[in-house]
């Protein structure tokens, strides 16, 4: 089995019940977007799947390998964006890559090989000498994914990974990372609270008040009416009810 499985996921902080019964699956090399308001439950579910946080109630797959019962296998398949960016500005992009590229055991040839890679992928290769400090906000955001893809992971998860980028910035990025996943079959799992970051083909899940009210493709869900509508509507009636 592929890609990733969430089944029957729960998660409470003390009384306060963040995610209730959530259950999906996004099959191998699909682009799936995640989309909730504030207080959704989004970040919890994203510190479920990278096991910052854990619970016993449900169960998580990552590329075939149970979450709880085969760690190091399951986090060996999956490459993580945070909403907050965790890069050194004093270093190069080659260094920062260097330092990320070694905390999974790769150095040398094999290392430079792989950032090579990553930074093509993201169309950085041009930039790697220089320091992070000079670059823009959303080359820091490709330098991101670059480094997340290094151990050349199945499946990658974006917590939020346009927050204040531009409108073209963040058209780039998005576009890019659908992409990646139609020519390298990477299976991505893209949070957002932005519906035009959304393409009509994506896998969509709604996720609300910690519950998961509807996943199918955007264009299903969403039928006649612009996606914004739809997710406003949707959110705001379960709010009322
Ligand atoms: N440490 C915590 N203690 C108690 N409640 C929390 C804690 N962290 C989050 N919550 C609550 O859990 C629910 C889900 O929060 P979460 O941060 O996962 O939502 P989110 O969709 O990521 O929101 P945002 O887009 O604002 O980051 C919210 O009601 C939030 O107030």
Redesign the pocket.
């Given at each position: 089995m592929s890609g990733l499985r969430v089944d029957q996921l729960s998660f409470a902080?003390?009384r306060?019940?963040?995610?209730r019964e959530v259950s999906f699956h996004i099959p191998q090399g699909s682009f799936c977007a995640l989309l909730?308001?504030?207080?959704?439950?989004?970040?919890?579910?994203?510190?479920l799947l990278t096991r910052l946080f854990t619970s016993r109630d449900g169960t998580i797959e990552i590329a075939g390998h149970d979450l709880s019962q085969a760690p190091r296998k399951a986090l060996k398949q999956m490459g993580v964006v945070f909403?907050q960016p965790t890069l050194d500005l004093d270093l190069t992009v080659h260094r920062n890559l260097t330092y990320f590229a070694a905390l999974h055991g790769f150095s040398g040839r094999d290392a430079n090989t792989r950032i090579e890679a990553a930074l093509d992928r993201l169309n950085m290769r041009e930039r790697q000498k220089e320091t992070v400090r000079d670059l823009n906000g959303g080359h820091r955001r490709r330098l991101e994914i670059a480094r997340s893809l290094i151990h050349t992971p199945s499946v990658l998860l974006l917590?939020?990974p346009t927050v204040g980028l531009d409108a073209a910035t963040r058209k780039s990025i998005t576009d890019h990372i659908h992409a990646l996943s139609q020519s390298e079959g990477l299976t991505v799992l893209w949070?957002t609270?932005l519906t035009d970051e959304i393409q009509d083909t994506d896998q969509l899940l709604i996720?609300h008040?910690?519950r998961l009210l509807e996943d199918g493709t955007a264009q299903a869900l969403r039928g006649t009416q612009p996606l914004a509508d739809h997710f406003l509507s949707l959110t705001e009636e379960s709010t009322v009810a």
């Open positions: 902080y003390g306060k019940q963040a995610l909730g308001p504030n207080g959704a439950g989004k970040s919890t579910l994203f510190a909403q917590d939020e949070a609270h996720l008040q910690g």
